[in-house]
């Protein structure tokens, strides 16, 4: 029974901080019919600062993990796939910093994800979870 006294004690302990805040937009790759899409990129690039996320290397898979700028309120990506197609996608959002805790520090949030239609040429986009969080599996699907 002590033994169990103590553990309960030690998860609250200074410095245990739980932190859910993400950058990260996940993202599932479809058919226009829902089936899932297995797609090579050669390219994935930010417009605002022209950063190419490959590099030399390519990404091959049914999902993806995109970053957002965490100083701005829109981050832009284009991608060329290996069949030579280019693709758009604009992802406009809201921030704001809440402090975990004394020890922990502050942390970004992200929340109000929506694609600017305007600003993609996908055949469909779909926000399933417009807030990041570690725990969500999924953001946004992509149906081309």
């Known amino acids: 029974m002590i033994f169990l ?11 245990d901080c739980v932190i859910t805040a993400t950058n990260l937009v996940k993202v599932i790759l479809l058919n226009t019919d829902g089936a899932a ?5 050669l390219k994935i690039v930010t417009v605002e600062d022209g950063h190419d ?3 030399d290397s390519t990404v091959t898979g049914t999902s993806l993990r995109l970053p957002l700028h965490p100083d701005r309120l829109q981050t832009t ?13 604009q992802m406009k959002y809201t921030t704001f910093t809440r402090i975990i ?11 109000n994800l929506s694609v600017d239609s305007t600003q993609t040429n996908f055949e469909k986009t779909r926000i399933i979870n417009h807030q990041l969080f570690t725990s969500v599996p999924t953001n946004l699907e992509l149906y081309f």
């Open 101 to 111: 805790g004394a020890d922990c520090g502050a942390f970004l949030y992200y929340e």
């Open 5 to 15: 006294a103590v553990f309960i004690v030690s998860c609250f302990n200074p410095g």
């Open 53 to 55: 996320f490959l590099g």
């Open 77 to 89: 990506f284009q991608f060329l796939t290996s069949d030579s197609i280019s693709y758009t996608l």
């Open 37 to 41: 899409r297995k797609t090579t990129f």
